[in-house]
């Protein structure tokens, strides 16, 4: 069974830094493309970041130069630093699996709340 555990939001002043992680388990993570996607009250739900097999990197316009996606496959874990971040970045972050052949997202997790506010 595929699952995606998230943890690490919590409440942030603008500007100030959070580091999301997701455990990944039941698939090869090695092997797989990686999304985080959130839910924004603004936005609904956006695409924020990728991550491929090779560990090559994307990013939402909005969030280049902020955020930055990494990968530990020894670890099955995925990684997702938010910096300089602002209010409007507050939502519901969620790692998900992506199956580039279909270009869609086939497991998610629960999602962590981040909530930046002053």
């Known amino acids: 069974e595929v699952q995606l555990l998230e943890s690490g939001g919590g409440l942030v002043q603008p500007g100030g830094s959070l580091r999301l992680s997701c455990a990944a388990s039941?698939?090869?993570?090695?092997?797989?493309?990686m999304n985080w996607v959130r839910q924004t009250p603004g936005l609904g739900l956006e695409w924020v970041s990728a991550?491929?097999?090779?560990?090559?990197?994307f990013y939402t316009d909005s969030v280049k130069g902020r955020f930055t996606i990494s990968r530990d496959n020894a670890k099955n874990t995925l990684w997702l630093q938010l910096n300089s971040l602002k209010t409007e970045d507050t939502g519901m972050y969620y790692c998900a699996k992506y199956l580039t052949n279909s270009g869609a997202w086939d497991a998610w997790g629960q999602g962590t709340l981040v909530t930046v506010s002053s």
């Open positions: 991550i491929n097999a090779d560990s090559k990197t």
């Open positions: 039941g698939f090869t993570f090695s092997s797989a493309s």
